[in-house]
T-cell receptor
Framework: QQQVKQSPQSLIVQKGGISIINCAYE??????FPWYQQFPGKGPALLIA?????SEKKEGRFTISFNKSAKQFSLHIMDSQPGDSATYFC????????????FGKGTRLSVIA | GAVVSQHPSWVICKSGTSVKIECRSL??????MFWYRQFPKQSLMLMAT?????????EQGVEKDKFLINHASLTLSTLTVTSAHPEDSSFYIC?????????????FGSGTRLTVV
């Protein structure tokens, strides 16, 4: 059972454009939703995370939108740059427990000039 | 912020030999370490969860006798791939959860690329 569904699998965006990646979760006990960026041969690096008490969080060019009723959250990358080309993973877990993250399948983003 | 140091970053070994991967929490106490495996162009799949001083809990389908996890201290967890075979070639990543007054989240090691020949 896939607990976190991520789409699209791959994405090509023009430099300066907006990259949008979507995730949906099933477990209503999840209350911590981070996004990770991974470059080839490297471990995942935290980009931004959100909890259900807010519907949106912005950090620089990265914004998470969260819809609790739909059990969906998305990552928006504004003014996308070639350096943003990487694989992005959404994830979910329970904030107060000591449980592992459950990852989406990932989105390979290519930003072209 | 919290840092998890993972070594080695890459290793090549012969089929049938064992390989040890270490993860150290440098500035926090890692009471729990999560071990993931990632095949090319795939997501991170949880292999096991280890708690300091107790036996690891393995996910379904992961052979506990092949992937030995030791978490003897609050700052060190190791994964030993025993009698490695080419199908064990993968990217192994550790992660721990850090909590503090100024930070929270999951910290990942930089990963270990294992190639079994």
């Amino acid at each position: 059972q896939q607990q976190v569904k991520q789409s699209p699998q791959s994405l090509i965006v023009q430099k300066g454009g907006i990259s949008i990646i979507n995730c949906a979760y099933e477990n209503t006990a999840f209350d911590y939703f981070p996004w990770y960026q991974q470059f080839p041969g490297k471990g995942p690096a935290l980009l931004i995370a959100i909890r259900p008490d807010v519907s949106e969080k912005k950090e620089g060019r990265f914004t998470i939108s969260f819809n609790k009723s739909a059990k969906q959250f998305s990552l928006h990358i504004m003014d996308s740059q070639p350096g943003d080309s990487a694989t992005y993973f959404c994830a979910a877990s329970m904030y107060s427990g000591n449980t592992p993250l459950v990852f989406g399948k990932g989105t390979r983003l290519s930003v072209i000039a | 912020g919290a840092v998890v140091s993972q070594h080695p970053s890459w290793v090549i070994c012969k089929s049938g030999t064992s390989v040890k991967i270490e993860c150290r929490s440098l500035d926090f106490q890692a009471t729990t370490m999560f071990w993931y495996r990632q095949f090319p162009k795939q997501s991170l799949m949880l292999m096991a969860t280890s708690n300091e001083g107790s036996k690891a809990t393995y996910e379904q389908g992961v052979e506990k006798d092949k992937f030995l996890i030791n978490h003897a201290s609050l700052t060190l967890s190791t994964l030993t791939v025993t009698s490695a075979h080419p199908e064990d070639s993968s990217f192994y990543i550790c992660s721990s959860r850090s909590r503090g007054p100024a930070f929270y989240g999951y910290t990942f090691g930089s990963g270990t690329r294992l190639t079994v020949v």
